[in-house]
């Protein structure tokens, strides 16, 4: 992990001749306050002036300046504040003021710190620190229209946010980028857009500001878009100002208290595994983290609640709520801490101003800049984590430990909500505490339960089955007409499961529930009542005859909606696993595929087969449709080594059934043309598969380039793909072209130097991107 160069602390609060552990004070808490201020101003971390206040109180909120805070002021309530010790953070000495009422939090810090100095100390970074404002956009005529459009005037609408914060922009911050993002209303009444406005706000945490800026935007956005602006807030969910922190500790450094060191470690790695895995200890870990990290944040008058929100936010992104930090035991044998967490806090602002002590807080901890700060709460967030799992790895070990290991292999066996605590107890008892007899024991349990309530057995926690997302490296729209494509699968999957219904329910039914986008719905028995989405896997359900099971589907979708990287396919070929799974049918991979390919006629019309083809056997592969005599050819092929690209993302959804169905029709007016067309992208195809194999990149790239060219001709390209496209071929790509239907949706680029270059470009143009590897 690369750490940003840190500068050295203000020199009017600390002497540039200070050795490099003035913050290790032996014995620290033994003294009194008075000695502990004087040690403070010896040591250089206060001046002259702030020592004098210190000693003598003034430095205390008063209640005339509490009076001028917030309304109705009756009092001031007093918190104490003490000293995080021994902190080495990317080289540099912290004494980190806290504020905090809860005992041990202070002592406990001080003693992770003081282990992990011994280690070498913390490292810390922060790629960015973005605040984001959301204006959301209701009622709008035509969707996609006002997407565009938008998006087209992006330029337009950060100048105007940028006007009414000049000097924010002359401080270097300010409006950066501009990105629409939309939901589906939960009325049925279309979609609801959400403009996100990306702003740099410098050293001040900027609510204040970009609330400004959301409001100046709205009469703007409802010109452009036709529609009617409602909220416009910024958000607490702060994604992108991540600060991450590392701490690498020898076991030699963790034993003590009876314990050796590998026990020690061994303890922690399982605690977080715990944590990873279970929301409610999640929640109580993640507490711990926040112990730290609100401490430092009341001392520096920072919002915790703000920060509070997007923690726990962040730490449930992935539709679970999980742990922040990850404890491992690295290759040597160390214990290693890691922590990732939003944390966009400042520097400058009102409370420093307003309350003296705020102020003098900044002063003690050195940090000179908020993006320095952040990362210092980061770090504090882990070392005040570290110290509380070691703590239940330690003096907890004897009693807690056989608990914590029973807990971790009852929820490895599957066991169910209703029967886990049951399956814990009989494990400890047992004292074989083995994943092998925790599943004997579900099973009994479960048994026991079926007989007590004379019915059927319930059932476990449903596996998840997968389906592959895909890029068509060469040959897309061509292979509909007979020609030869090169396709291969992306490390983005989607994930199904399935389980039982309510056998005895008046109503049964197969329920369709996707979380991510939203949708819960009642598959409809008539496939005449179905919308497009249902039409699509109705497919399956009749005909596996099991649209009269009372039946409960969960899709995880990793691949991103009509980006043209294979969704669809994927989506069908993960339920039709899963059923195959549930129902135990063993259906074979070929007869997935078939009835996958089932389902890609109703979502486009007239498909090849190779977005399911690659769904469901997930390799590398040269693809030709059975056509006009031919037979089919799915030939996998061998490379010789990984071959690097980018997937570019647009944002803006394509529907393939649109983009095939203007090509044919395209085709039916003028076939010679536009079999030439097609005759040529086939002869780049084919001399892809040697360039793909023999891992010859320079011949590939002018192979993608010049397609590229041919599917534009196709008019199946957009203005959002072409700037992309020149966006990557500018940054170095080897070679850049849309992928899958066009239209919008995604495009390929082949980057095997820098592409984090070419990503970060994407970005800064309102697009994201994916670092991926084929074969």
């Known amino acids: 992990m690369s750490a940003e160069p840190q500068p050295t602390a203000p020199a009017a609060a600390k002497s540039p001749d200070q050795s490099l552990d003035k913050s290790r004070i032996p014995e620290f808490y033994k003294l009194s306050v008075s000695d502990r201020v004087r040690l403070m101003r010896e040591r250089g971390w206060v001046s002259e002036a702030d020592y004098q206040q210190m000693i003598s109180g003034e430095h205390t909120l008063s209640l005339h300046r509490a009076d001028k805070m917030i309304e109705n002021v009756v009092g001031v309530m007093g918190l104490p504040v003490g000293l995080g010790l021994n902190f080495l953070i990317n080289g540099k000495d912290y004494v980190i003021p806290l504020v905090v009422e809860e005992p041990s939090i202070v002592a406990a810090l001080s003693s992770a710190a003081k282990i992990?100095?011994?280690?070498?100390?913390?490292?810390?970074?922060?790629?960015?620190?973005?605040?984001?404002?959301?204006?959301?956009?209701?009622?709008?005529?035509?969707?996609?229209?006002?997407?565009?459009?938008?998006?087209?005037?992006?330029?337009?609408?950060l100048n105007l946010a940028n006007s009414l914060h000049p000097q924010m922009v002359a401080r270097g911050g300010g409006a950066r980028d501009v990105e629409i993002h939309l939901h589906p209303r939960p009325d049925g009444r279309g979609d609801m857009m959400v403009l996100h406005l990306v702003v740099d706000t410098c050293d001040a945490m900027g609510a204040n500001l970009v609330n400004t800026m959301c409001e100046g935007l709205a009469s703007l956005v409802e010109s452009i878009t036709g529609g009617k602006v409602f909220l416009r807030i910024l958000s607490n969910l702060t994604d992108r100002a991540l600060v991450r922190a590392k701490c690498v500790i020898p076991v030699a450094r963790l034993a003590g208290k009876g314990f050796s060191g590998e026990e020690v470690r061994d303890g922690i790695v399982l605690a977080t595994d715990f944590a990873s895995v279970d929301p409610y200890r999640a929640a109580t870990h993640n507490k711990g983290v926040m112990n730290g990290v609100d401490a430092v944040?009341?001392?520096?008058?920072?919002?915790?609640?703000?920060?509070?929100?997007?923690?726990?936010?962040?730490?449930?992104?992935s539709g679970r709520y999980t742990s922040l930090t990850r404890w491992y035991k690295g290759d040597d044998g160390a214990l290693v801490g890691e922590i990732e967490i939003p944390m966009k806090v400042g520097t400058v602002g009102g409370p420093l101003q307003s309350n003296p002590t705020v102020a003098l807080n900044h002063r003690l901890?050195?940090?000179?800049?908020?993006?320095?700060?952040?990362?210092?709460?980061g770090t504090v967030g882990l070392a005040q984590n570290f110290s509380a799992i070691r703590a239940l790895a330690t003096e907890g070990i004897q009693q807690g430990h056989m608990t914590l290991h029973a807990r971790s292999v009852a929820l490895a066996a599957g066991a169910s909500p209703e029967i886990f605590e049951t399956v814990v107890e009989r494990l400890i008892e047992g004292g074989d505490i083995k994943i092998w007899k925790a599943q004997e024991i579900v099973v009994q349990v479960k048994k026991a339960l079926r007989q007590e309530a004379g019915g059927e057995e319930p059932t476990s926690n449903a596996p998840r089955s997968q389906g592959h997302g895909k890029i068509i490296l060469l040959g897309e729209h061509a292979v509909v007409y007979g020609s030869h494509a090169i396709a291969a699968p992306v490390p983005l999957a989607i994930e199904a499961s399935v389980q039982d219904g309510d056998s005895g329910s008046?109503?049964?039914?197969?329920?369709?529930?996707?979380?991510?986008?939203?949708?819960?719905?009642?598959?409809?028995?008539?496939?005449?009542?179905?919308?497009?989405?249902?039409r699509s896997l109705g497919i399956v359900f009749d005909k596996l005859g099991l649209t009269e099971r009372s039946l409960r589907i969960e899709v995880f979708p990793n691949v991103p909606r009509g980006m043209g990287l294979g969704g669809s396919a994927a989506m069908a070929v993960a339920v039709i696993r899963a059923l195959d799974q549930h129902f135990k049918l063993g259906h074979t991979d070929d007869e997935i595929n078939a009835l996958a390919f089932e389902c890609e006629k109703v979502a486009h019309g007239t498909p090849s087969g190779i977005d399911n083809t690659v769904a469901t056997f997930g390799k590398p592969l040269l693809y030709r449709r059975a056509h006009e005599g031919q037979?089919?050819?799915?030939?996998?092929?061998?490379?010789?080594?990984?071959?690097?690209?980018?997937?570019?993302?647009?944002?803006?959804?394509?529907?393939?059934?649109?983009?095939?169905?203007?090509?044919?029709?395209?085709?039916?007016?003028?076939?010679?043309?536009?079999?030439?067309?097609?005759?040529?992208?086939?002869?780049?195809?084919?001399?892809?598969?040697?360039?793909?194999?023999?891992?010859?990149?320079?011949?590939?790239?002018?192979?993608?380039?010049?397609?590229?060219?041919?599917?534009?001709?196709?008019?199946?390209?957009?203005?959002?793909?072409?700037?992309?496209?020149?966006?990557?071929?500018?940054?170095?790509?080897?070679?850049?072209k849309l992928t899958g239907g066009g239209g919008g949706g995604s495009i390929i680029a082949l980057a095997p130097e820098h592409p984090e270059r070419v990503i970060a470009a994407l970005r800064d143009a309102g697009y994201s991107g994916l670092e991926v590897r084929i074969g």
């Open 297 to 317: 944040a009341l001392a520096t008058g920072n919002d915790w609640r703000a920060i509070e929100a997007g923690a726990h936010a962040y730490a449930a992104r």
């Open 506 to 534: 008046a109503n049964p039914g197969v329920d369709l529930i996707i979380p991510r986008w939203g949708v819960e719905s009642r598959l409809h028995k008539d496939p005449a009542h179905r919308d497009s989405f249902q």
């Open 116 to 157: 992990v100095r011994g280690a070498g100390g913390f490292t810390a970074e922060m790629d960015e620190s973005m605040l984001i404002g959301q204006i959301q956009v209701v009622d709008i005529p035509n969707v996609p229209r006002a997407q565009s459009a938008l998006l087209q005037r992006k330029a337009e609408l």
């Open 365 to 377: 901890l050195g940090a000179t800049s908020a993006r320095e700060l952040a990362m210092v709460m």
């Open 631 to 736: 037979p089919l050819l799915m030939k996998p092929l061998a490379l010789a080594k990984p071959i690097p690209l980018v997937v570019g993302i647009s944002g803006k959804e394509s529907l393939t059934a649109k983009t095939v169905g203007g090509v044919r029709a395209a085709w039916l007016k003028n076939p010679e043309l536009y079999e030439n067309i097609f005759r040529q992208i086939d002869a780049l195809t084919l001399q892809g598969v040697d360039a793909v194999q023999n891992y010859q990149l320079e011949r590939l790239g002018d192979l993608m380039n010049v397609c590229h060219g041919l599917l534009n001709a196709l008019r199946v390209s957009s203005w959002e793909i072409e700037e992309m496209v020149q966006i990557c071929r500018e940054q170095g790509a080897l070679g850049a």
